[in-house]
């Protein structure tokens, strides 16, 4: 303007601003309603729009809709899965709503075939900014089902879930930090912070990539990249259907909100996005793990499960039992009211925190006043039936000691009473006979005495070393030490003598 005002003067000046401001627009690109749709917040586009951005996992479930929200966002977005079919079905839809996709297929549990796509994806591209690991493997069953015959298990969940996405994630880590920016999440589980019960070598191979992503947060942070891990709830997809077991009792995410969990952790770049109840289950594990392994005890003990095959075989068969512990029903009426409370928490956190924008400080909170509520309450309940017991125990021993005495107070008396006895007649025969003939009286009363004086004098000799050794015991050796008495004066008495005397 400067230029045509200095050689025509004003009015040229005027006559180009105008033509300027006439000049129409270049048309919008056209965005069809879908996608106008999944496009989200104004957030979300800034942060990936015109972006590389490669999601593993992307022929079905999360990946493919969040592959699709992703790239009506502006995103190019790099799909990796193993089959092809399913992948050119899903960019289909993109390309259906104006977005750009790539495909690549590859099996992630294999080494050599993780070599193979990173080189594609780096080669077609150029660069990842966003790398999302979704891509994931999951088996639910015990761990008395997993030994020597199952451990294959292990080895299938940490080939894709640990070693193949953890492949993927140092081989476009150097272009982050060489580009000064970037970012990994790691789509993990409810599972890791909540230690729930049949998902062990599942919620192993999660937190492995969990601990090793933490670990190298540090080193990459000054270098602008950004590592954040989603622990996902339980979704509505083909990963939830097992064999042998049923989620009815549970209230799942649909996909599109399991995608909004993922878009807000793209947006925020948070380290940690989680539901209200895994927060507040792993705040109570910290505090209390004995309390969170009840629970969790009672869930397992609740849910039903079938063996795998190979084992349900091999096991001989039960019959039947006629009276069940807990029906079914009524088991699965106590886990709804268990999950209805996460469930709760979670749709009320998510209208909230993720899409109302309420800072997390505030849900931190409200967490941490009811883990102290909670603490409480399960301390006065633990101390109130700790005394119960105490007293019950207590009141027990006392019992036991009580009676104990009573039965030895009984058993002297009743010794008591018989030596007394014993040294009344002793002494009644002493007093009305002389010497040598009052012990055969007595002898001829308490038994058939002898008519000889010596085997009388014998005879009491051996009652007075009796007596003077019953009197210091207690009552049970004095019952025993009478017939002992009578059966030496049978004895050494003659048979006949004993009749001619009585």
Request: proline share 5%.
């Amino acid at each position: 303007l400067e230029k045509h005002h200095s050689a025509r003067g004003g009015a040229g000046a005027r006559s180009v601003q105008r033509r300027l401001l006439l000049a129409p627009f270049p048309p919008r690109p056209k965005v069809s309603p879908s996608a106008a749709r999944m496009a989200g917040p104004s957030a979300l586009r800034r942060a990936v729009s015109g972006k590389v951005v490669a999601v593993t996992g992307a022929s079905e479930g999360i990946g493919a809709r969040l592959a699709c929200r992703l790239a009506a966002a502006g995103a190019r977005v790099a799909l990796v899965a193993r089959s092809m079919d399913k992948l050119e079905a899903v960019k289909e839809t993109i390309d259906a709503d104006g977005g750009e996709a790539h495909l690549f297929s590859a099996n992630l549990s294999s080494e050599p075939e993780c070599e193979r796509v990173l080189g594609d994806i780096l080669g077609c591209l150029g660069r990842v900014d966003i790398f999302v690991s979704n891509a994931g493997r999951s088996i639910r069953r015990s761990v008395k089902y997993q030994g020597s015959d199952r451990f294959h298990d292990f080895h299938r969940l940490m080939a894709l879930n640990y070693f193949g996405a953890l492949r993927l994630i140092l081989g476009v880590l150097p272009g982050m930090e060489e580009r000064r920016c970037g970012q990994v999440v790691h789509v993990s589980s409810f599972g890791v912070p909540t230690r729930q019960p049949r998902f062990a070598g599942y919620c192993a191979s999660k937190s492995a990539l969990d601990a090793a992503l933490q670990c190298a947060a540090g080193e990459v942070a000054s270098k602008g990249v950004a590592m954040s891990t989603v622990y996902m709830p339980l979704v509505r997809t083909k990963m939830v259907e097992s064999k042998g077991h049923s989620y009815d009792h549970v209230s799942m995410l649909t996909v599109d909100e399991a995608c909004e969990y993922i878009e807000h952790a793209i947006v925020t770049k948070r380290a940690e996005v989680m539901d209200l109840p895994s927060r507040w289950l792993s705040l109570m594990h910290t505090f209390n793990p004995t309390f969170i392994t009840g629970l969790n005890s009672i869930v397992y003990r609740l849910e039903s499960e079938r063996a795998p095959d190979d084992v349900a075989a091999q096991a001989p068969r039960r019959k039947p039992t006629s009276q069940p512990t807990m029906r079914a029903a009524m088991r699965t009426r106590v886990l709804k009211f268990l999950t209805f409370f996460m469930w709760f928490f979670a749709r009320l956190e998510l209208a909230l925190c993720v899409r109302g924008g309420l800072p997390w400080v505030a849900r931190d909170m409200l967490a941490i006043v009811v883990l102290l509520l909670v603490i409480a309450v399960h301390t006065v309940c633990a101390a109130t039936v700790a005394s119960v017991r105490g007293a019950r125990d207590c009141g027990r021993w006392c019992g036991r000691r009580l009676g104990s005495s009573a039965s030895e107070e009984s058993h002297q008396e009743a010794g008591a009473v018989k030596i007394a006895d014993a040294a009344e007649a002793l002494g009644a025969i002493s007093v009305k006979e002389p010497a040598g003939a009052g012990a055969p009286a007595a002898l001829e009363q308490a038994a058939p005495a002898p008519t000889s004086p010596k085997v009388a004098a014998d005879l009491a000799s051996d009652c007075n070393s009796d007596a003077s050794t019953v009197a210091p015991s207690a009552g049970p050796e004095s019952e025993v030490e009478e017939p002992r008495v009578r059966h030496r004066s049978r004895r050494h008495l003659p048979s006949g003598r004993g009749r001619a005397g009585a």
